[in-house]
Nanobody, 126 residues
Framework: QVQLVESGGGLVQAGGSLTLSCAASVRTFSSATMGWFRQAPGKEREFVATISWSGGNRYYRESVKGRFTISRDNAKNTVSLQLNSLKPEETAVYYC???????????????????WGQGTQVTVSS
């Protein structure tokens, strides 16, 4: 069964940090580009970061560069997103995603994603 299960969301003050984690089933994780999207209230879902199977390639949306870090542990089938210096406008539901069969996908759209997690809420207070 294909599964992506996120954890680690919560409430944090502006400037604070959170670490999001995603546990994937083996079938989902194997050879896949993994990543994170987010969706704020009333806005479209947007790409945040992706990482290649080897971890050697990482790609971020411009607004999070230098503050967010994506990583993966292939032995544990997990992918993480470290969020630092969070801003109130980054309040959103964050989704773990998997993209299979196309090598590394740097800046995917929602249509590129094969599997979605259920999402985890990140709330940044001002």
């Amino acid at each position: 069964q294909v599964q992506l299960v996120e954890s680690g969301g919560g409430l944090v003050q502006a400037g604070g940090s959170l670490t999001l984690s995603c546990a994937a089933s083996v079938r989902t994780f194997s050879s896949a580009t993994m990543g994170w999207f987010r969706q704020a209230p009333g806005k479209e879902r947007e790409f945040v970061a992706t990482i290649s199977w080897s971890g050697g390639n990482r790609y971020y949306r411009e607004s999070v560069k230098g503050r967010f870090t994506i990583s993966r542990d292939n032995a544990k089938n997990t992918v993480s997103l470290q969020l630092n210096s969070l801003k109130p406008e980054e309040t959103a539901v964050y989704y773990c995603v998997a993209i299979r069969g196309r090598g590394f996908v740097a800046g995917p759209t929602v249509y590129d994603v094969d599997y979605w997690g259920q999402g985890t809420q990140v709330t940044v207070s001002s």
